[in-house]
T-cell receptor
């Protein structure tokens, strides 16, 4: 049973470009969470999604950030017009029946 | 407000010595409590969790944690530390269908 998968593992973008981060939850999991980790800090919640629905986006910046979890395919976290402050590790977690969250390996985004 | 406090930013112990990592939380509902471990450049691995029942929970790699409601604490312990335990440790609190709140982490160094 494969764990949570994220790709790419590392992503380099120039300021103003778009970043797309993908997350495939564990088999059987229908709940996906995105977190951001800045250097020397803990994880900060961004958004919680179920298939085709955003349940809680209270942690998402109001501009440039969006997330989706379509009926088919992975969840996508999209960052438009990236800035240097977006450089961070972005982690996806999935859960079943709203219990324990299992984390993927993360995507390290570097904005030049 | 919901929050997790890990008072110790960095801990150094000798291999074979005992370990205790502190975690205090503030949460408005019945808390589900978790400890995760993160190795450099990696994702978060679940060590153990507490939902209800016996307040002393056993996890992987010889770790245990004790939930003390009166102190709002969920401290992680290990009787004898191994060099491979060197990593970042995160305490988290949450409840079903809601985001997790993470502490800022405790970095563990193990001296041979």
């Amino acid at each position: 049973n494969a764990g949570v998968m994220q790709n790419p593992r590392h992503l380099v973008r120039r300021r103003g470009q778009e970043a797309r981060l993908r997350c495939s939850p564990m088999k059987g999991h229908s709940h996906v969470y995105w977190y951001r980790q800045l250097p020397e800090e803990g994880l900060k919640f961004m958004v919680y999604l179920q298939k085709e629905n955003i349940i809680d986006e209270s942690g998402m910046p109001k501009e440039r950030f969006s997330a989706e979890f379509p009926k088919e395919g992975p969840s996508i976290l999209r960052i438009q017009q990236v800035v240097r402050g977006d450089s961070a590790a972005y982690f996806c977690a999935s859960s079943n029946q709203q219990e324990t969250q299992y984390f993927g390996p993360g995507t390290r985004l570097l904005v030049l | 407000a919901q929050s997790v406090t890990q008072p110790d930013i960095h801990i150094t112990v000798s291999e074979g010595a005992s370990l205790e990592l502190r975690c205090n939380y503030s949460y408005g509902a019945t808390p589900y409590l978790f400890w995760y471990v993160q190795s450099p450049g990696q994702g978060l691995q679940l060590l153990l969790k507490y939902f209800s029942g016996d307040t002393l929970v056993q996890g992987i790699k010889g770790f245990e944690a004790e939930f003390k409601r009166s102190q709002s604490s969920f401290n992680l312990r290990k009787p004898s530390v191994h060099w491979s335990d060197a990593a970042e440790y995160f305490c988290a609190v949450g409840s079903p269908g809601n985001q997790f709140y993470f502490g800022t982490g405790t970095s563990l160094t193990v001296i041979p």
